[in-house]
């Protein structure tokens, strides 16, 4: 079967680097998304890795490895507003595609 | 350039009637998915469309089910409707048949049953 593993819950203090993990386990992957959600309202596109390594979009930036089932988001330069969950999504394909999501990291950064 | 869209922003059901929630995805976009959202939790994937057929669908019961038609815009419909099914439902557009990356979610309808 197909499982995604976050962690729930992280605190970060604001100008500094945090890094939520996600592992995961699924047959005929076909990529990887980070995506942030605020309270209240809809998931928002971060990143996408399909490929092993770092890809960088500004002040985030998210690692993979394929073969160790794991990804990392890295968030640089802390603000108060990237307090907001964020979901690490596998999509794969098998006859048909799917996306997982996992239940998401809480993320709270603190003055 | 419209983002997507979903109606009804909120909407009320009792159990064992059947409910249809509508989206219409980002111009150009002919791929949409849908999720079902519980509160605290990820979004969990029912089903794909690409251009007006269905390739991908997750572990829902056949009575979830959806359209996709020829604009592009989208319908999920639920029949016998559960007190499990209360929920958001999330619809996200994207560009082609699932080779390319970036989903848009439209903003959710909040199911409720009663």
């Known amino acids: 079967g197909q499982n995604i593993d976050q962690p729930t819950e992280m605190t970060a203090t604001e100008g500094a680097i945090v890094q939520i993990n996600c592992t995961y386990q699924?047959?005929?992957?076909?990529?990887l998304f980070w995506y942030q959600q605020h309270a209240g309202e809809a998931p928002t596109f971060l990143s996408y890795?399909?490929?092993?390594g770092l890809e960088e979009k500004g002040r985030f930036s998210s690692f993979l490895s394929r073969s160790k089932g794991y990804s990392y988001l890295l968030l640089k330069e802390l603000q108060m507003k990237d307090s907001a969950s964020y979901l690490c999504?596998?999509?794969?394909?098998?006859?048909?595609?799917?996306?997982?999501f996992g239940a998401g990291t809480r993320l709270f950064v603190k003055a | 350039e419209t983002g997507v869209t979903q109606s009804p922003t909120h909407l009320i059901k009792t159990r064992g009637q059947q409910v249809t929630l509508r989206c219409s995805s980002q111009?150009?976009?002919?791929?949409v998915s849908w999720y079902q959202q519980a509160l605290g939790q990820g979004p969990q994937f029912i089903f794909q469309?690409?251009?007006?057929?269905?390739?991908g669908r997750g572990n829902f019961p056949p009575r979830f089910s959806g359209l996709q038609f020829p604009n592009y815009s989208s319908e999920l419909n639920v029949n016998a409707l559960e007190l499990d099914d209360s929920a958001l439902y999330l619809c996200?557009?994207?560009?082609?048949?699932?080779?390319?990356?970036?989903?848009?979610f439209g903003p959710g309808t909040r199911l409720t049953v009663l």
């Open positions: 890795n399909v490929l092993d």
């Open positions: 469309y690409y251009r007006e057929e269905e390739n």
């Open positions: 699924t047959s005929g992957f076909n990529g």
């Open positions: 111009s150009g976009h002919n791929t």
């Open positions: 996200a557009s994207s560009l082609s048949g699932g080779t390319l990356n970036e989903q848009f």
């Open positions: 999504a596998v999509r794969s394909y098998t006859g048909g595609f799917k996306t997982i």
